[in-house]
């Protein structure tokens, strides 16, 4: 289907919108007398960065928390293998995570 065939069905079956052009950014269907977004920020979102100290407390916690499978009414250890396998990926992100502060211009 061509663009123009394209174009021409939207407006067809949604008279309430239009088309407009927008700086930096693919052409965009509003609704007929609103204003296209401009830019949206991610603080806008809720979003801010890192998780900061409680994230990383959240993790060793989760950490513990795989570890604590380990002991249980279970008799096979192939089981065993695959905790200690996700608890030392964790481990290794997290002493990731505090190199990578630890060496940042500006550590959080």
Same mark, same amino acid.
Request: glycine residues 10%.
């Given at each position: ?14 008279? %309430?919108?239009?088309?407009v !052009?927008?700086? =930096? #950014?693919? @052409? ?6 609103a *204003? ?31 570890l %604590?499978?380990?002991?249980? !009414?279970?008799? =096979? #250890?192939? @089981? ?6 996700? *608890? ?19 550590a959080?």
């Amino acid at each position: 289907m061509s663009e123009q065939t394209h174009r021409e069905r939207i407006s067809v079956n949604h008279p %309430a919108t239009e088309r407009v !052009n927008q700086p =930096g #950014r693919e @052409e965009g269907v509003v609704r007929a007398g609103a *204003a296209p977004v401009e830019h949206e920020r991610p603080e806008d979102w809720g979003w801010h960065g890192e998780t900061g100290r409680w994230g990383r407390i959240g993790a060793v916690i989760a950490t513990l928390f795989i570890l %604590a499978y380990l002991f249980g !009414n279970h008799e =096979g #250890r192939i @089981e065993d293998l695959w905790v200690v396998a996700i *608890a030392g990926l964790m481990i290794l992100i997290l002493l990731l995570d505090w190199r990578r502060r630890r060496n940042a211009w500006r550590a959080k």
